[in-house]
């Protein structure tokens, strides 16, 4: 499964982005859960958002927990990220994955797929 991320962009604090995920379709896509990760230069790769197969349950990291919303649409094979009142500690490589299992999980080795990456910086 191929995976494309885009919507980064250069913003300043406060200010809301929406990220997108678009997959192929050589899978089922509501077959397994997504998730958006991150990677900040030079820290490791964390867990952002996630949403299980049907999008119903969604689990959030502390730190985006009622700024972001993660959400997907089965019809279209996307996913997204809206990200509200960002901050600067929010500047990353934001990626979006998927794949193994149906529900949410927040280990980076728990997903098979993984977008390019679409970069994110917010200014103070």
């Known amino acids: 499964v191929q995976l494309q991320a885009f919507g980064g962009g250069l913003v300043q604090a406060g200010d809301s982005l929406r990220l997108s995920c678009a997959a192929s379709?050589?899978?089922?896509?509501?077959?397994?859960?997504m998730s958006w990760f991150r990677q900040a230069a030079g820290r490791e790769r964390e867990f952002v958002a996630g949403a299980d197969w049907s999008g119903a349950s969604t689990v959030y990291a502390d730190s985006v927990k009622g700024r972001f919303t993660i959400s997907r649409d089965n019809t279209k094979n996307m996913v997204y990220l809206q990200m509200n009142n960002l901050k600067p500690e929010d500047t990353a490589t934001y990626y979006c994955?998927?794949?193994?299992?149906?529900?949410?999980?927040?280990?980076?080795?728990?997903?098979?797929?993984w977008g390019q990456g679409t970069q994110v910086t917010v200014s103070s």
């Open positions: 994955t998927g794949g193994r299992y149906s529900d949410v999980v927040q280990s980076p080795g728990d997903y098979d797929y």
């Open positions: 379709e050589e899978r089922p896509f509501d077959a397994f859960g």
